[in-house]
């Protein structure tokens, strides 16, 4: 069974930082795109950045030249190193990964959330 677990959320006040880690785990073959998405109360979930295996990413507007995506496929983890924090980025966070389980199958998989509270 494959999980993505993060870590890494919390609250700060404007301007101050934090950073996300996500890990796959459990039986799989290879982590393909890995990504974070944010939803804040009454929105849709959106994409803050992707970064593919071969380390292309893609980021928001909304958060360029603040956020920076990682990974480390040694460890099957992603990072979002989230700077200059503001208000509105205030969401929970979720990590999403593609898998390939097996030779057949690649699935699209979810964390469970970590909850993100700037303040002024």
């Known amino acids: 069974q494959v999980q993505l677990v993060e870590s890494g959320g919390g609250a700060v006040q404007a301007g101050g930082s934090l950073r996300l880690s996500c890990v796959a785990s459990?039986?799989?073959?290879?982590?393909?795109?890995m990504g974070w998405y944010r939803q804040a109360p009454g929105n849709q979930r959106e994409l803050v950045a992707s970064i593919t295996r071969d380390g292309n990413r893609n980021d928001a507007d909304s958060v360029k030249g603040r956020f920076t995506i990682s990974r480390d496929d040694a460890k099957n983890t992603v990072y979002l190193q989230m700077n200059s924090l503001k208000p509105e980025d205030t969401a929970v966070y979720f990590c999403?990964?593609?898998?390939?389980?097996?030779?057949?199958?690649?699935?699209?998989?979810w964390g469970q959330g970590t909850q993100v509270t700037v303040s002024l």
């Open positions: 459990g039986n799989f073959q290879t982590v393909y795109t």
């Open positions: 999403s990964a593609y898998i390939k389980i097996n030779f057949y199958t690649t699935n699209h998989f």
